[in-house]
């Protein structure tokens, strides 16, 4: 094995780099423990953003449209402004739209089964027989909605809003208040909570209006949108807005929820504070191998002197220090990769928020961490130049 | 012990001295196929008023294979001369050629590259810690151009066999002792088939049996190699085991035949005793 890498690899020299490394096992797991301390800190300051954000338009981007109408008071899914119904008869007339689904959506107060508290949950009332959401598993369970006074609760809600999915699913009849009024849980969805509700429900246009007795008449909040296959959905919504009167907006299924996510990045300091923590996840990291590797350089000088004086050029010893430096950074990602995994299953299971590991992210903090360490090992190459082969005798 | 001498030596002037009558050179009267050739080579230290002369128009001349013992009190500018031709430092004022190549005015990249054909040996071993005593003596060997891995490991054993040190090549300098660090750091300086050796008071950490011993090892493979050997020493022990004793004092060289009498009696006595 070794015999066939030397005649593979005449030219391989001493691996200086790992053994001034290795042979001092102390110092090497403390740089590891901080380089990977910096890369989980990257992490879930990412992870917390990046989840945050994804969190607030799960339900935007289930729902079963190419092209959305709103209110343009609407600011944000806390703030849904209404508008009236009669301009989504009115998209009906253009010749690529395929259907369209009245929604209402409002923020209403559940009154949690177990404890009797009341807390809010966003609840979106739309005509049983409409599609709402892509995915096909919620058209059986809307039947149940046709009878006056059920909703469907979202399991993953969180869990203030009481035992409503355990109980449910132990045959228990759940009836409870929303908004002031009895409703009964006839059945479970999976939605997720977002920034503005921490759960979800969902009913009949009928229940919804008997909930929010005063919604003004033929006001709707979102009103969604399909389009013929085959059809631009840009080019349709460009010829829906010359149409339409300026009382509604007009997106496109990712507009809406870009829309959504900008609400949250210009209107918060989320995207700000979580940036701020990956920087300080930088720096802690970057301290901490420049102070590894200068001690690293200094403890060595004599002997990077030494072999100065046999004839070793200086480039040769810096390429010694920024092997140090790459080797730190991929022993110190691999176990920050890990935890981060790791943490990220915690972080969903308390949170309910859809943080996970993607490629992106991964790269991102890897090329965070190989920053850090090569600029630590070009700084504490500057010490290098302390080293004079001449000081040795 | 010898005694501090530096003392006596009279304030040299802020500038340095004009050039005296050239005193006879050896070097030209040994020829240019001399390993080292030095000629009248100054040098101070420091700037100003502080400005200190170390050298004082130093000439010396070491023929291939020659082994030259150089001694006198401590500060008198013998770890100077070493650096000097070592291409450690920059030649001020003089000649310094080695091999047939002038150093004054090399640059340093120049230097670096001089420095490839001379080995060291230093006070202190000056071994790399983190590695064993073979892949110490192999980043001696890994300096020669054209050697694959394989054969570079293998002159790196071939030259720990020559110094006796087969059964510790896996060793860690840390678990050496004084005698086998020193004889380590022989086998790395000559793994780069140096053509002139330079050493500093090498048996300065080892007792007195055991620096006798490295130092008649270092002589004979340096002697096998056609290597010269410039080797300050304060030893008076291995005065005998030179070819040419010279003795420097406030900056200038003395080659004296009686001293080296003196020192072989001195040595004589010593081993008896």
Not at chain 1, 299 to 321: K, R, W
Request: hydrophobic residues 45%; charged residues 20%; aromatic residues 6%.
């Amino acid at each position: 094995m070794i015999g066939a890498l030397s005649a593979l690899w005449p030219s391989r020299r001493i691996p200086l780099a790992w053994l001034l490394l290795s042979r001092q096992p102390g110092r090497l797991l403390v740089a590891l423990a901080g380089i990977s301390f910096a890369g989980i800190l990257m992490f879930l300051q990412l992870g917390f953003r990046d989840g945050l954000f994804d969190a607030s338009v799960i339900l935007h981007k289930r729902f079963d449209a190419d092209l959305v109408l709103l209110s343009p008071r609407t600011m944000s899914s806390i703030a849904m402004a209404g508008f009236p119904r009669r301009r989504l008869v009115q998209v009906m007339a253009d010749p690529a739209v395929a259907g369209t689904t009245p929604v209402h959506w409002t923020m209403l107060l559940w009154r949690n089964p177990q404890t009797r508290t009341t807390r809010s949950i966003l609840a979106l009332g739309f005509d049983p027989g409409d599609p709402l959401f892509s995915d096909s598993d919620l058209a059986s369970k809307a039947n149940v909605l046709s009878q006056h006074g059920r909703v469907l609760f979202d399991e993953l809600s969180r869990p203030e809003f009481g035992p409503v999915a355990s109980w449910f699913r132990q045959g228990r009849t759940i009836e409870t208040e929303v908004a002031g009024k009895r409703v009964r849980v006839g059945g479970l969805v999976a939605l997720g909570p977002s920034f503005g509700a921490d759960g979800n429900l969902l009913t009949s246009s009928e229940t919804f209006l008997t909930l929010v007795p005063n919604n003004p008449a033929g006001s709707i909040e979102l009103g969604l949108i399909r389009l013929r296959p085959g059809e631009a959905a840009e080019a349709v919504a460009k010829r829906l807005r010359a149409q339409l009167p300026n009382d509604v907006t007009i997106y496109t299924k990712q507009g809406f929820a870009d829309f959504e996510q900008d609400y949250w990045r210009s209107s918060t300091a989320i995207g700000f504070i979580f940036s701020l923590g990956t920087a300080m996840g930088f720096v802690v990291g970057c301290v901490i191998v420049y102070q590894i590797l200068h001690s690293d350089v200094s403890d060595h000088l004599p002997e990077y002197a030494t072999l100065m004086a046999m004839g070793y050029p200086l480039p040769q010893l810096l390429g010694v220090v920024a092997r140090e430096g790459l080797l730190l950074a991929l022993m110190g990602y691999l176990p920050s990769w890990l935890a981060a995994q790791a943490l990220y299953g915690l972080i969903r299971d308390a949170t309910k928020l859809p943080v996970a590991m993607d490629n992106q992210r991964g790269l991102l903090v890897f090329a965070m961490i190989l920053a850090m360490c090569l600029g630590s090992a070009l700084m504490a190459m500057r010490k290098l130049g302390d080293a004079d082969p001449a000081e040795i005798f | 012990m010898p005694t501090r001498l530096r003392s006596s030596e009279p304030n040299p002037s802020v500038s340095p001295p004009p050039p005296h009558q050239p005193l006879p050179d050896p070097a030209k009267a040994a020829g240019s196929a001399a390993s080292v050739a030095i000629t009248q080579l100054s040098h101070w230290y420091g700037q100003g008023v502080n400005q200190r002369q170390v050298l004082d128009q130093v000439n010396l001349s070491i023929q291939p294979g020659e082994v030259v013992l150089l001694t006198g009190p401590s500060g008198c500018g013998k770890t100077t001369l070493l650096t000097l031709v070592g291409a450690l430092r920059q030649v001020m004022e003089g000649s310094v050629r080695l091999f047939g190549q002038e150093l004054n005015g090399a640059t340093r990249r120049q230097r670096q590259l001089r420095r490839r054909q001379i080995g060291m040996i230093f006070q202190g071993h000056n071994l790399l810690r983190c590695l064993s005593a073979e892949q110490n003596v192999q980043m001696g060997a890994d300096l020669l151009p054209n050697l694959g891995y394989r054969a570079r490991r293998d002159l790196a054993r071939e030259w720990l066999r020559a110094v006796g040190l087969e059964d510790h090549l896996n060793k860690l300098p840390h678990d050496l002792s004084g005698g086998q660090k020193q004889r380590v750091a022989i086998a790395r300086a000559l793994a780069a088939e140096p053509r002139l050796l330079l050493a500093d008071e090498p048996t300065a950490a080892l007792d007195s049996r055991t620096g006798r011993e490295v130092v008649e090892l270092l002589r004979g493979l340096a002697r096998n190699q056609g290597c010269s050997v410039l080797m300050v020493t304060h030893d008076p022990r291995i005065l005998d085991l030179a070819d040419r004793l010279v003795q420097m004092e406030d900056g200038r060289l003395m080659e004296d035949g009686r001293l080296l009498q003196a020192a072989l009696a001195v040595a004589s006595s010593g081993s008896v005793g």
